[in-house]
């Protein structure tokens, strides 16, 4: 089993005197290139990481805006959405990508070609088919409702008309984009348990579901979690699929903390102090998951 | 299955008979469960293949179709023509004024994007994997820090920092941000991949009087490839396809990219949605280009050092 662990200690081999543990074991001008070569990045992260997250609590910094924020209904109603977004989008987009992780394990050529078309969603940029999906749901000329009518004689609703249905529309988006993705990562991680391990689960009788329940997933068990907490993560900060589906419509009762901020605060009413205050209600809960998911990289060996 | 399992391994104890006829209504059992699975694996395929491809099967059609047309109930293009390719290549819509400038922009951001976060990248973890300088483990924090960050989170004040300075419009803006957040990945491939190269090699040019840049340059670089492949897909499909910070931080005609450009599409009142989704398909072909060419790389690279979507 290949572990893929960040180890970010420092080196055992840096034992050896105080003034080389203090330069790293480098001397003279060898710990000048080894700093030049640091600059760059170093500089790069407090200009565009740490200066812009201190404006950020700056101009999120006065009490009063955050009276305004929650007395707003459409924010009220952001965060509802944002919650249900989370629980289902992740969910669902890693549940599939287990299950479907397993489908493509099966041997021969057809696995391989339909994974080739499977995916496709995550090759395709985001921007001409979610694009392609806000059009497909048009109430009147979009092909999901002529093919409802040609096929069934159905009259579709207008999708996009709807808070639940725009909001559901956007989630299935979401999925459509990113189980292949995670269907990829979770396949290898699958693909990396040693084949033995099956072997000697077949001689004690284990097939079908049990292998399943008593192999493999408490293998892919800390891969799954892992996962699950960066999904949550990138999703919270997800603009595209509400931005292009729904555009936060109707009304701007779809939005999710990401595009409020900055669609309706900053763009629409030219507030962005208000959109950072919506943006950073979201720190309880992106700084706990941060900080898990640090230790997680950290210390625990991200085994695939 | 367990049942006729057991029976075919006591059969050959009692008599000959009973033993083929068992593994006989084994092989039959077996068979058929074999033809449930091909058959259950057919409904998925079929299933995934439907999901998958509508939304890619709606972009083509549209194209596909003329002016005027978009507006009826088909589920094929009524009289396919590739008219709408042409007016896009030829920029004959009022629209599609700028498109060859806005797709060059793309490209410049595309490319310079994947040059510094390559450049960075390798610099960074030279010293950090290779030198070992002090405390390297803050570096490598800070870059898994920001790698856990949602980049849209930093949109605001990003775009009112670039206001402040009057960086609107410069496409430097939008690199600057965009190699920000590729940076982090490349710093952990790097570092993970560099693992496999033998630290010898390094000690052994050091004793030959080879000096740091000499070693990362004709060393660490080369033997780095497979490594640079993977992190330059990356970066360059990360950077073609964002669309956030080029929408805020690059609006004008002639600075903003192709992604743009199709955003704003979307937000006018009669818009031609067969010249849109033209335009696209000749946006998204680049980028799929580069993703099957280099597929099996970044599947590597996505396996060893976590994951970035």
New interface residues.
Partial sequence: MTTASLDLGRPASQRQSLWRYWRGGLQGSEFTWAVAFIVPYVAVFFAFVVYPVLYGLWMGSNPSLYAEVFSDPIYVNTVVNTIIFLVFGVNVKLFLALLLSGFFMRPGWWTKALLMIFVLPWAVPALPTFISIHWMLNGEWGLVNNALYILFGVDGPSWLNSRWLALGAAICSHVWKWTPFWTVILLAGRMSIPQEIYDAAKVDGATGLRRFLYVTFPLLANLYLVLTLLATIFLLGDFNSVYFVTGGGPANSTHLLATLGVVRDMLELGKPQLGVAAVMSALPLLIPLVIILMRKLRTAEVQL | ??TTTLDAGRAPVKTDVPATHSMERMRRSARRWRWLSNAG?AL??AL??V??????Y??I??SLEREGD??????FPADPSAESFWVVLSQGHWYLEAFWHQFGNSVFLAGMVTFLVL???T??S???GR???????L????????Y??????????????MQNYGLNNNPWSVI??L??FA?PYA??IF??YGRSIPIELDESARIDGA???QI?YKIYLPLMAPALVAVGTYALLLA??E??YQF?LLSSDRSMTV?VA??K??NSDVAP?NY??AT??I??LP??AT??AF?NRM?AG??????K?
């Fill in positions: 299955m367990t694996a998925v395929s995934l293949i999901w998958t491809l509508i939304p890619i709606n972009i059609m549209v978009v507006f009826s109930d088909h589920l450049l960075i990248g610099l960074t030279f010293s950090v030198m070992r300088i002090r405390n390297g483990w570096i490598t924090n800070a870059a898994l820090l920001t856990v960050i949602p980049a849209s989170f930093l949109a605001i004040p990003f775009y009112l920092i600057a941000v190699v920000t940076t710093i952990f570092q993970e000096s740091p840049l990362y073609w396809n669309y956030l805020l992604a199709l955003g599409f979307l949605w849109m989704m696209a398909i946006y998204a980028p799929i993703y099957y597929r599947s996505l396996t060893m050092g976590g994951v979507g």
